[in-house]
């Protein structure tokens, strides 16, 4: 249905402040948000913006996050789609979407366009397929080049793409003007756990004996997505108990919740090729 091609969302409330932590990242996405509000102030020497970045880092670190602080900062438009969407699609399906999106980000520049997952349409082409397996996979990389390199940065749209997989991706997606930016989204230290927990903490009833140093100390190995996870069920366990507020043995618990979520997880996921 024409609904699902893509999402956009025309206002876009979350900000830098909304992203702990990667202050790293934050910094080069800013000159994104620099460039997206006042283009003419970069061209005007003869220089080019950069048509992309990619985001590359393990899953629910905040690239998708970023990605939208980016658009909120900058107060343009966010439009997104995922790789994963584009597996077993038919025949020609990948490639008219892909040139639906750039007509309409045109249309609406200055924007930004994000392509989670972008390894499940970027694959190098040929690379260990089966013949014929995925010519519509490649049909949608084919399209996607063809328009990154059809437009122009004046156009104002700016496209940031995100994979865990950088080791896949086809070369020619990584060739100056198309995503020739670079940025790396680690897992967050333990200063970094503590930075995304007083986030996510901000909204809840806590007890006052809560302590986001001692939480963060508590979760190590764990992504931001994971650390958002634990607010929540403490929130829920301790409502469960009919609690006015939330205290230590609550996060405990979903601690020890998410963490078996997770052991259970990586016994179902086989391991990649
Ligand atoms: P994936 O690769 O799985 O798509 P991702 O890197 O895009 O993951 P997000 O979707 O941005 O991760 O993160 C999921 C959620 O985890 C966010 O909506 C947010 O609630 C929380 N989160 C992740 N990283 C951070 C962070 N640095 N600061 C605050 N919240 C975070």
Redesign the pocket.
Known sequence: SKAALFDAENKVKITFA?????EEGKEEVKEIVDFLKNPTKFTKLGGKIPKGALLI?P???????LAKAVAGEAGVPFFSLSGSDFVEMFVGVGAARVRDLFKQAKEKAPCIIFI?EIDAIGRSRGRGQIPGANDERENTLNSLLVEMDGFSTDSGVIILA?T?RPDVLDSALLRPGRFDRQIS?DKPDIVGREQ?FN??LKPLKLSKELDAKKLAAQTPGF???EI?NVCNEAALIAARKDKQEIDMNDFQDAIDRVIGGLEKKNKIISPEE
Do not use: C, M, Q, S
């Not at 909304?18 to 990667?22: E, I, N, Q, R, T």
């Not at 899953?59 to 996050?65: A, C, M, N, V």
């Open positions: 909304d992203v702990a932590g990667l880092g899953p629910g670190t905040g690239k998708t996050l989670d995100a865990n989204i995304i986030v996510h992504a931001g997505a958002a």
